[in-house]
């Protein structure tokens, strides 16, 4: 399932209607394979007609789709990235916030107890 997500997201349609076809043909072939009709009564056909819809738009506007996939594909990277960064910069904050509390209970215990020496 993995790699025809790939193929939908590379914009690859023909070959992920190819695999669709593949994945019928051994389900029907050993109904083990799909005992609760999951795939062959869901998925697949969600899967076909999306790949049918897309393969057909993206005849239409010349492949734009495609190049459209791979910049989403590319966001999607980015978004990711940013996500990866901001979460970085809380602990960060967290960290620092951390040793300020840390540092400020020192000195007031500093205060409280003569017989600490500062420097």
């Known amino acids: ?15 992920a209607l190819e695999k669709i076809n593949e994945a019928k043909a051994q389900i029907e072939a ?16 969600a899967l076909e007609t999306n790949a049918s819809k897309s393969r057909a738009h993206s005849a239409s506007t010349g492949g734009t789709v495609q190049s459209f996939h791979l910049q989403a594909g590319f966001l999607r990277i980015c978004l990711r990235h940013l996500r990866v960064c901001k979460s970085i910069t809380n602990r960060r904050k967290s960290s620092v916030q951390g040793i300020h509390q840390k540092t400020d209970s020192l000195l007031n215990t500093q205060k409280y107890h003569p017989n600490i020496v500062k420097h």
């Open 1 to 15: 399932m993995k790699k025809l997500k790939s193929l939908l997201l590379d914009g690859d349609y023909k070959t």
């Open 30 to 45: 050993d109904v083990k394979l799909d005992p609760n009709q999951t795939f062959s009564m869901k998925l697949l056909p």
